[in-house]
């Protein structure tokens, strides 16, 4: 039996799409070719930004794709959101360098999915190679480390199998009791946090905000216009970096609309706030928010209540809302622990990374543990 080949392709443009998205599962919407290549078609993801693509291939004698994962050379820890900044620190002020560095992630995106992409015809052993072929690619270039994040569970245990050290950390994410309406929802919460929501619900309609939801082909490019300017808001407030320009939006929207949510808060003529979420088969991910003018309790019914009643009227499983933001909980995201694995080349400073992850692990438990006591829903009678 002929050793599995794996390829390093630089450009996914130069891979068909529908042997691609062939391995795809279909709730991973970013794992997607239509994603993947807006972000370097857009120039969101490029050398010269610190994102040369890497992606790793498997294609059979057919030259049909098998097996790939998105995979990519970086000069910084932007854009991740599982921060190595210390390490990063640590490392070159012992006189190491850390950068460049592998990384297997969704650039810009902490969302949970699969880093190994497997043509249902695939199984372990293209899996494996895989794996194999991200450590060996990592040797040649002699880099610091190579880092998969936002992995599955089932991933981040069998590269624990494979030398990675392991980390964890948290999102907020609602899950969808086969809800019919959105007072189905309401009814699990305890009475405090019930009038809580309704309160804030009753004030936005008070400010006559009216809510449009818009999908495929009805966004429209004044939509994205409008969109763009609240993402870039956003992303001033809080003094970051925009990583996505407009075309990004305005390439995802052609070439993968179906998947998107668009919600857009409008008072009288004016769009004054968005919401940018992507549909899987069973989830929905919200993504960006942004505003432009400040009404009281905006941004939890754009972001939180509008998701919830689309994925009610959807019939989808869940809502994640990502990272930060404790405010989440009261209303119905609760805590759930996402996977990062981590292989560094130098053993020394693999050992302090072991050191320093056995710590952060006992945090992130105690977070955990803290966080479910702020659980805004009913007590049943087995937890009392």
Not at 164 to 171: L, V
Not at 180 to 195: A, G, M, Q
Not at 289 to 305: A, I, K, P, Q, S
Not at 335 to 345: F, G, L, M, R
């Amino acid at each position: 039996m002929q050793p599995i080949q794996v390829q390093i392709i630089e450009d996914i443009s130069s891979l068909n799409a529908e042997d691609w998205n062939a391995c795809v599962e279909a709730d991973a919407p970013f794992a997607r070719h239509e994603f993947l290549s807006s972000l370097e078609d857009s120039q969101s993801v490029q050398p010269d930004r610190g994102w040369m693509a890497h992606h790793l291939v498997i294609i059979d004698e057919n030259g049909k794709i098998t097996a790939c994962a998105p995979m990519y050379l970086k000069g910084h820890s932007y854009g991740e959101y599982v921060f190595d900044w210390a390490w990063a620190d640590a490392y070159e002020r012992a006189g190491g360098r850390y950068y460049p560095k592998l990384q297997s992630a969704i650039p810009f995106t902490p969302v949970t999915g699969p880093r190994f992409l497997l043509h249902p015809t695939a199984g372990p052993d293209e899996r494996n190679a895989l794996i194999a072929a991200m450590i060996k690619r990592a040797l040649e270039l002699k880099v610091s480390s190579l880092h998969i994040t936002f992995s599955t569970r089932d991933e981040w245990n069998l590269l624990k199998n494979h030398g990675f050290m392991a980390r964890t950390g948290h999102q907020y994410h609602w899950e969808n009791e086969k809800y019919d309406h959105f007072d189905d929802f309401l009814d699990k919460l305890s009475s405090r946090k019930r009038k809580a929501i309704k309160k804030e619900r009753k004030s936005v309609t008070e400010s006559d905000i009216k809510f449009l939801t818009l999908t495929g082909d009805a966004i429209l490019e004044h939509h994205w216009d409008a969109f763009y300017k609240f993402y870039t808001d956003t992303i001033g407030r809080k003094q970051g970096q925009a990583y996505l320009n407009k075309e990004f939006f305005t390439l995802i929207g052609q070439r993968m609309g179906a998947n998107i949510v668009l919600v857009l808060a409008q008072f009288g003529e004016k769009i004054v706030a968005g919401a940018l979420n992507i549909a899987g088969n069973e989830t929905l991910y919200g993504r960006y928010w942004g505003c432009l003018e400040d009404f009281r309790f905006l941004h939890f019914e754009t972001c939180y209540y509008q998701a919830i009643e689309y994925a009610i009227t959807h019939k989808l499983k869940r809502v994640e809302a990502g990272a930060q933001g404790q405010h989440k909980i009261q209303r119905g995201y609760l805590p759930v622990e996402t996977y990062s694995a981590h292989w560094i080349a130098d053993s020394g400073f693999a050992s302090a990374v072991g050191d320093f992850l056995k710590h952060d692990k006992r945090v992130n438990d105690h977070q955990m543990k803290e966080l479910s006591t702020l659980s805004p829903y009913k007590k049943t009678e087995q937890q009392l």
